[in-house]
């Protein structure tokens, strides 16, 4: 066997990947295989670097008809030793022409390697060109990212990025995680007005734009994100066993993370009942499902970090949960993770991508505030007044609304923050009767409480707008007595409460026999069937753009980061009632860029 072929796993990418050269390619004629040869390639699966290549250079000089073939290796091994610059002087001294296969593209590797030692990039980007033949993986891999590096250090970090990002989907693990953290250094290094044009002059799809939303937020921008395209249902085609849909693949064992005691107990019952509800639903159709255990994940990052490690100690496969922000960054924190997870939340900071084999979901304020600026720009509106109260929901989604409207172009005319200690909002209002409801409407976010005091005062003030709302405006229960004030009133919310996604266990039919499917807390039990229901698809959902997961909090989608988005439907207050709207279950997803919390705000 040849070196090259054997050598164990090392700096791959030598900006700080790892992986195994491991080329493919034949030689014309048989590599040599006597026994010093076998003894220097031992020397260097041990990782004994240095020893190798002094091996090789001995058996360079103790066979002449293979000496550019043995100081290749001796080189090699210097590269892995890294001290590439002992084999500059081996390098110079190769015939390339008496390189056989792939030990030629080898030979402009490890010369490309030294020329961007010697600040040249000039001549590493002639020597990492497309090859003519076909190439192993790993070979191509090693040239394409040496060819980035070239594209960097020449002052081109555009072209730079483009390469990493034709690299991405070739890697995994670390490897991904690096590459895809120098892809946004590379894109945020040429600062927001450069990359806002660049935005505008690719079409919708490229695959730069992802990025370029990427390294916009890491500047503080706020981006209009394209939205989530909904071409076709998971598991809409049978698979070749019986029970199983296309794209249905689901681990040994899951872990479930949850806060079972504290102040967050609640909720974390609420979710884990939604889970079962929904994995013991998944019996009927014969599909394998994996073993779940529940751990008590507590409130705080050092119990939800305990709770990961001891769940991936006793084998779990995939983690689910936490659900606490500090616990997912602290888990994040970590590094690579021995066992992919899919968040119940974000970070505390977002702004930095998922790390390997993390998926990120969670009912956020920021998606609601988002897509309601999306639905209402999507009906022809241009000028809109925000009314928020004054909590952490209403803030964010708030802010949410505004980052999207004005990314949408639309024009803010006003923003209050209601005071909630009264229950007169009308001196706190802005006059607006004289305006167009075509072009004009509200955006409102609030608990139902606070909207029957204010949608009234409005209507009192002959402010005839269009009011749109996030769900916190509907109790989740219907109160048509209480409700009536908001007639007309349009909101975002999850399918589930209205029995509006087919294929899942039916609201009303279990409101009777369990307490936490009635009122607000039926979103909590929503998310937590979703959370089991994405399990089977999250690699399906990643690898295929357009597939969608018809979810009980909304159409489900991940993005090549991990992060999971809802479409949520569209609901209109009528005679005290809420009704879904017909056909808001295929309105596009929305453009948030989720920040922090999961829960009822």
Request: overall charge negative.
């Amino acid at each position: 066997m040849r070196p090259f072929r054997t050598m164990a796993c090392g700096l791959l990418l030598t900006a700080g990947l790892a992986g195994c050269v491991t080329p493919g390619a034949q030689r014309t004629t048989s590599a040599p295989s006597g026994a010093a040869t076998q003894a220097a390639q031992a020397l260097y699966t041990r990782g004994q670097f240095g020893e190798a290549a002094q091996a090789y250079l001995d058996l360079a000089s103790q066979d002449p008809s293979h000496r550019d073939y043995y100081k290749l290796l001796a080189a090699e091994s210097y590269r892995q030793e890294g001290t590439i610059e002992r084999g500059a002087p081996l390098l110079a001294d190769i015939r390339r022409s008496k390189l056989e296969g792939e030990d030629a593209l080898h030979f402009d590797a490890l010369r490309a390697e030294i020329a961007l030692k010697n600040n040249d990039p000039a001549t590493a980007l002639s020597l990492t060109g497309q090859p003519t033949s076909r190439v192993s993986p790993a070979l191509m891999l090693r040239l394409t990212e040496l060819r980035a590096r070239a594209q960097a250090a020449a002052g081109d970090p555009w072209k730079a990025a483009g390469t990493r990002v034709d690299m991405d989907a070739q890697l995994q693990g670390l490897d991904r995680e690096q590459n895809r953290r120098q892809i946004v250094t590379l894109l945020s290094g040429l600062g927001a007005a450069d990359l806002s044009g660049r935005a505008a002059g690719l079409p919708p799809g490229d695959r730069m734009l992802p990025w370029i939303n990427e390294a916009q937020t890491q500047l503080g921008v706020s981006v209009s994100r394209p939205p989530a395209v909904l071409d076709q249902a998971v598991g809409t085609v049978t698979g070749g066993e019986k029970g199983v849909r296309e794209g249905y693949k689901v681990p040994t064992k899951v872990a479930l993370l949850l806060p079972l005691s504290g102040p967050l107990a609640s909720a974390g019952t609420t979710i884990r009942d939604g889970f079962f509800t929904s994995y013991i639903d998944a019996g009927r159709n014969d599909a394998p499902r994996p073993a779940v255990a529940v751990y008590d994940s507590g409130n705080d990052a050092q119990h939800a970090v305990a709770a990961y490690d001891k769940a991936v100690a006793e084998g779990a496969r995939l983690v689910v949960g936490p659900l606490n922000r500090d616990g997912v960054s602290a888990i994040f924190a970590k590094g690579a993770l021995p066992a992919p997870i899919l968040t119940l939340n974000y970070p505390n900071d977002n702004r930095n991508l998922p790390p390997a084999g993390a998926n990120e979901f969670g009912l956020l304020p920021e998606t609601e505030g988002a897509q309601v600026a999306d639905h209402m720009a999507d009906r022809g509106i241009k000028n809109a007044s925000v009314i928020v109260s004054t909590d952490d929901f209403a803030r964010r989604a708030g802010n949410a609304f505004k980052a999207e409207w004005q990314a949408r172009g639309g024009v803010l005319d006003s923003q209050i923050t209601l005071n909630t200690a009264t229950v007169d909002y009308a001196s706190q209002l802005h006059e607006s009767t004289d305006k167009d409801p075509v072009t004009n409407g509200i955006f409102i976010s609030m608990k139902p409480q606070q909207a029957r005091l204010l949608v009234p005062q409005l209507r009192l003030a002959k402010n005839t707008l269009p009011i749109f709302a996030t769900s916190h405006v509907y109790g989740g229960v219907d109160d048509a007595a209480s409700d009536r004030d908001l007639d007309g009133v349009e909101f975002c919310d999850a399918p589930w409460l209205f029995d509006a996604q087919p294929g899942l266990p039916r609201r009303s039919d279990l409101t009777g026999s369990m307490p936490p499917t009635r009122g607000v807390s039926a979103r909590l039990f929503a998310f937590g069937m979703d959370a089991w229901g994405l399990v089977p698809y999250l690699e399906w959902l990643r690898a295929h753009p357009g597939s969608y997961f018809p979810g009980a909090t909304g159409q489900l989608v991940a993005d090549e980061f991990g992060r999971v988005r809802r479409v949520l439907i569209w609901a209109r207050f009528q005679d005290g009632m809420a009704h879904p709207i017909a056909g808001s279950l295929e309105l596009e997803a929305p453009a948030a860029s989720p920040t922090v919390d999961t829960g009822e705000g």
